[in-house]
């Protein structure tokens, strides 16, 4: 059975930095693109950042770049979000998935989700 656990979500000001963790089982993970999504309330849910297989090519939203960081550590099957310069609108439930083609922006092509952790940045 897989599972992806998200966690280190919560509340933080604007300009601050928060690093979400996403821990899979069940899968080969090494062999996964892995990828972070984020829905506001309201919206529809919208890619954020991908990671191939080795951690060495990543994909990020322009709405993210120079402020997130996407990583991997396969020695312990997680995936990683690093979030600096914090702002409102980053707020919302952010997810990781799994998908085994590419870095791809199209949440209908990962096969895997988390349950999500939620992410508030206050004004």
């Known amino acids: 059975q897989v599972q992806l656990v998200e966690s280190g979500g919560g509340l933080v000001q604007a300009g601050g930095s928060l690093r979400l963790s996403c821990a899979a089982s069940?899968?080969?993970?090494?062999?996964?693109?892995m990828g972070w999504f984020r829905q506001a309330p309201g919206k529809e849910r919208e890619f954020v950042a991908a990671i191939n297989w080795s951690g060495d090519s990543r994909r990020y939203a322009n709405s993210v770049k120079g402020r997130f960081t996407i990583s991997r550590d396969n020695a312990k099957n997680t995936v990683y979000l690093q979030m600096n310069s914090l702002k409102p609108e980053d707020t919302a439930v952010y997810y990781c998935a799994s998908n085994p083609l590419g870095l791809i922006i199209d949440l209908y092509e990962y096969d895997y989700w988390g349950q999500g952790t939620q992410v508030t940045v206050s004004s």
């Open positions: 069940g899968l080969p993970f090494s062999r996964f693109y």
